[in-house]
């Protein structure tokens, strides 16, 4: 039965301008919520059941939240999981699940690495709260909802993208120390422009390298807490450490924990380029993280690569990277404002996806996070 009259809840996509790999490190990430979501209209109900439609496939499926209540019970291997997941670590905090009838639409395309599954979970937290802001404060819901993609839907991602789904500021970028959970905004320049191009090669960063770098990086972290007890991740190592460590380590875990360490101190340098208005020092942060994640991480694939290419030799083009797990997904470009037009028409014409079709370019915006359409979250 209806409770409450029909609501509707977005929650925006994300890119990461820098910050690569470095959250389930420990480390810093520099992402920001962008203008692209996905939304869901949703009237609460007063049983335990969600029957969700997707309006571009019209697919419905209906979750009883009673039945699917643990992740041994509750797993299906579908996008329901998100939902479902959501609704298990919810109620685990102490929060609210209940019932609605729902539809998803939105412009946020999926498997580009822009985090459509943690935009399908904050939403969904919403709705499953019938409205209320989910649990007491932003932080516990973005925790939960990565506590269900890991435990319920059985991905390892770290903070990233559920953080930035959640606390989205428009006009800035969000600083954010995955280990202290300490963040801020880094307002971003108004002379720069951020693009977002697909490679068109999607990923399903479940059968991609992310779960095997995780893994690296972790015996890296190990390794090196063998030599220096105080490391406890890879944020705790110095490159002097890398250094010392490199026989211990071999070939392979130096490039995986060297991509770690300099990505966190890339960061730093983007945030200080960004806050001096200093857009070309900026692109070359972004150029030197995309040559990290291709050579040290392996975490790219050849067709990210020349897109990254094409649009950094763009003239107004201050950088360009890989955004995201990797292993396909989209780049994110740093060009001037006034150059924003003709830079997505140079990399339209410059760059073929794999299937042979124009690559799909836009500018984005950053904007909030997630909440409800009529009123700002949180206030
Ligand atoms: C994916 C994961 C994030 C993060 C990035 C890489 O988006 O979901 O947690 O690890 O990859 O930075």
Do not use: K
Request: charged share 20%; proline share 5%.
């Amino acid at each position: 039965m209806p409770l409450s009259g029909q609501q509707i809840v977005r929650a925006p996509g994300r890119i990461n301008l820098i910050g690569e790999h470095t959250d389930y490190n420990g480390g810093l990430v520099l992402p920001m919520a962008i203008d692209l979501e996905t939304r869901l209209e949703f009237t609460s109900t007063d049983d335990r059941v969600v029957d969700v439609t997707r309006t571009d496939t019209g697919e419905r499926a209906v979750i009883d939240l009673g039945q699917r209540a643990t992740p041994a019970t509750g797993r299906r291997g579908d996008w329901t999981d998100y939902v479902a997941g959501t609704a298990w670590a919810l109620a685990d905090a102490g929060g609210w699940a209940r019932g609605f009838v729902g539809w998803l639409s939105g412009n946020l395309p999926l498997a580009q690495g822009l985090s459509s599954s943690a935009a399908l979970e904050l939403a969904s937290a919403w709705a499953l709260s019938a409205g209320e802001p989910p649990l007491t404060d932003r932080m516990a819901v973005t925790l939960a909802c990565q506590r269900a993609e890991n435990e319920f839907v059985g991905f390892p991602c770290g903070i990233l993208d559920q953080f930035a789904v959640a606390f989205g500021v428009r006009g800035a970028a969000l600083l954010l120390d995955c280990r202290s959970l300490e963040h801020r905004p880094v307002a971003l320049p108004a002379g720069a422009a951020l693009l977002l191009a697909e490679s068109g090669v999607t990923r399903q960063l479940r059968d991609s390298g992310y779960e095997q770098r995780r893994r690296e990086c972790e015996a890296a972290a190990a390794a090196l807490a063998a030599i220096d007890p105080s490391v406890g991740s890879l944020r705790d190592a110095r490159p002097e450490l890398l250094e010392r460590a490199r026989d211990r380590l071999g070939e392979l875990l130096s490039r995986r924990a060297r991509h770690v360490v300099t990505e966190n101190e890339r960061v730093l340098a983007a945030v200080r380029a960004f806050e001096a208005d200093d857009l070309p020092a900026a692109g070359r942060v972004f150029v030197a993280s995309h040559a990290s994640l291709r050579d040290d991480f392996d975490a790219s694939v050849p067709a990210v690569d020349r897109l990254v290419e094409v649009a950094a030799a763009v003239p107004g083009v201050h950088g360009a990277r890989l955004t995201g797990g990797g292993f396909g997904g989209a780049v994110v470009v740093l060009a001037d404002a006034g150059a924003a037009d003709l830079v997505a028409g140079a990399i339209r014409a410059g760059y073929a996806t794999p299937s042979g079709h124009e690559p799909v370019v836009r500018q984005v915006q950053a904007c909030d996070g997630a909440g409800l359409a009529a009123a700002p979250a949180w206030t």
